[in-house]
């Protein structure tokens, strides 16, 4: 299915032109915080956008990088919000022991496997309401075979899906889950803004679930312990 841009609600140019903006000034302060631990790296190219096709995949897979360093290692620029909830204090003190937020990792796979590189920097923000950054964290990752298996595997199930005719794919026996990061959130009942470079938009209808509970190989008669609401979503990709 794909969603035609009319039928988007928008604002006017300027507050959207502003809202991009704020984005971009969020996103180069972070990478001047990367910048500041001195460890004798700096910028070469910015927004690099590159594309490859897969083997059985109708269309190709594309992705953009934030920077790539002096080194040929990618830096990606991430932020996660830190506030009063349990679950806000426990998620950042989580990334600073050590844990990589998966749809973070997931992606920094994807973009070294696309561009061919074999480092990348992630370095994660934590920031206030105001977009102030009150502490960081740098992972730094290599490729991960597997995770690139599976991304590619999952394109091409993908491709099957959105192919009418000529290619079939079975249903799946269990649920897919997807993780999405809580910056795909659209709040407040706001408009959605549809970035001009797009010329194809899919929606799907997903089961939601709000996780609210911190946790890791939780049994499941436990499950029930660690969400508080079940919802529809409009899933835009």
């Known amino acids: ?25 969020l996103e180069e302060t972070v990478k001047d915080d990367f ?20 083997k059985g995949c ?6 953009t990088i934030d920077y790539i360093l002096s080194n040929n290692s990618i830096l990606e620029c991430k932020t996660k919000e830190i506030n009063d909830t349990t679950i806000s204090i426990e998620r950042w003190k989580s990334i600073k022991e050590g844990a990589i937020p998966f749809d973070n990792y997931i992606q920094c796979q994807a973009q070294m496997w696309l561009h061919e590189k074999e480092t990348c ?13 009150l502490d960081s964290k740098t992972f730094v990752i290599g490729i991960d075979t597997k995770i690139i298996r599976a991304i590619t595997a999952s394109l091409v199930w993908f491709s099957a899906e959105f192919e009418k005719g000529s290619m079939k794919s079975e249903l799946p026996t269990e649920p897919i889950f997807f993780m999405k990061p809580d910056t795909a959130l ?8 549809l970035p001009d470079f797009s010329e194809e938009i899919h929606f799907e209808c997903e089961l939601v679930v709000k996780i609210d509970k911190a946790g890791k190989f939780i049994q499941k008669e ?4 660690y969400y508080s609401e079940i919802s529809l979503g409009l899933v835009l990709s």
């Not at 790296?41 to 897969?54: A, G, R």
């Not at 920097?121 to 950054?133: C, L």
């Not at 436990?222 to 312990?225: E, G, I, L, P, S």
Request: hydrophobic share 35%.
């Open 222 to 225: 436990f499950a029930k312990n």
């Open 186 to 193: 659209v709040k407040g009942n706001s408009d959605v803004y």
């Open 58 to 63: 109708k269309f190709p897979f594309r992705a």
């Open 35 to 54: 910048l500041k631990q001195d460890i004798g790296l700096s910028v070469v190219e910015s927004q690099t956008i590159k594309e490859k096709i897969i």
């Open 121 to 133: 920097n992630i370095h994660i923000a934590g920031v206030n309401k105001e977009h102030q950054i």
């Open 1 to 25: 299915m794909t969603a035609k841009k009319k039928l988007i609600k928008t604002k006017d140019a300027t507050k959207t032109a502003k809202t991009l903006n704020r984005g971009k000034t």
